[in-house]
């Protein structure tokens, strides 16, 4: 198990039918994940330029805490209403940081 934190990013791209439901979900999973154990940050952020484009900017305590985190019970149903709500697939990105 690493001792270096875990960045990720994760693109979601909303249906403009779904904006109030697709946000409902994602409060609530938020509200839940940040009490998890590992979770150092998980904020929600919203494109200027495009409000149907949503970013997470999220930070783990190592790989092991992301791992358990996407296999919770609310990360799993969240993740099943967004994938119906959103326009195209949800983008995940990880990374270290380097300096």
Known sequence: MSSSTVVVVAHVY??????????SVLRTL???????????KYDLHQDLSDEK?????????????LKLHFRTEHFKH????IQAASAKPVEI????KLL
């Open 14 to 23: 909303c249906r403009a039918d779904q904006m109030e439901n697709i946000l």
């Open 30 to 40: 938020t509200a839940a994940t940040r009490t998890e154990p590992g979770c150092i």
């Open 93 to 96: 990105f990880k990374y270290k």
């Open 78 to 81: 969240g993740n099943e209403q």
């Open 53 to 65: 484009h949503l970013t997470f900017i999220e930070e783990w305590e190592n790989e092991e805490a």
